[in-house]
């Protein structure tokens, strides 16, 4: 329903608006004994996707896994839990994807979720890199490996 125009006085056409229902029940939303998922410190428009991503996810989907570990990573639509994000990167990264394989690198690197440890952070670099994922190439350039 949309606001009507209303005239109070015909001779000096004076108008006002009627309420939108979201004005009527602007007060409403206060009293709803349930928080918004903005108000538990969600995003609200990650909700239902991350929903989708742990379903298709469990079900051994790489792609799903693999966003479903940066919406943990990146804290939208679930709490920021770099554990679950490095162990949902792991099981896309084994599947072959590159930018979970480039992520996984990254978490081992710098000690997220997981313990550091750089020898997991070459290996899963180096996958990432030979796939042709472009950060993970220059990364490799960057720290200029050598294979021993």
């Given at each position: 329903?949309?606001?009507?125009l209303v005239f109070t006085d015909p001779t000096e056409q004076k108008s006002q608006l009627a309420p939108t229902p979201e004005e009527s029940l602007q007060g409403a939303s206060a009293a709803s004994p349930v928080p918004s998922a903005a108000q538990q410190g969600f995003a609200e428009n990650y909700?239902?996707?991350?929903?989708?991503?742990?379903?298709?996810?469990?079900?051994?989907?790489?792609?799903?896994?693999?966003?479903?570990?940066?919406?943990?990573?990146?804290?939208?639509?679930?709490?920021?839990?770099?554990?679950?994000?490095?162990?949902?990167?792991?099981?896309?990264?084994?599947?072959?994807?590159?930018?979970?394989?480039?992520?996984?690198?990254?978490?081992?690197?710098?000690?997220?979720?997981?313990?550091?440890?750089?020898?997991?952070?070459?290996?899963?670099?180096?996958?990432?890199?030979?796939?042709?994922?472009?950060?993970?190439?220059?990364?490799?350039?960057?720290?200029?490996?050598?294979?021993?």
């Amino acid at each position: 329903m949309k606001s009507c125009l209303v005239f109070t006085d015909p001779t000096e056409q004076k108008s006002q608006l009627a309420p939108t229902p979201e004005e009527s029940l602007q007060g409403a939303s206060a009293a709803s004994p349930v928080p918004s998922a903005a108000q538990q410190g969600f995003a609200e428009n990650y909700i239902l996707p991350a929903h989708w991503y742990r379903l298709a996810a469990a079900q051994g989907f790489a792609d799903a896994q693999q966003r479903l570990a940066d919406l943990y990573y990146l804290g939208q639509g679930v709490p920021r839990n770099y554990t679950q994000a490095a162990q949902w990167y792991r099981r896309a990264a084994e599947q072959g994807s590159a930018r979970a394989q480039f992520q996984l690198g990254h978490l081992y690197d710098v000690g997220l979720g997981i313990e550091h440890d750089y020898t997991q952070y070459r290996y899963w670099t180096r996958k990432a890199a030979e796939q042709g994922h472009e950060d993970a190439v220059r990364e490799v350039m960057r720290r200029d490996y050598r294979d021993p």
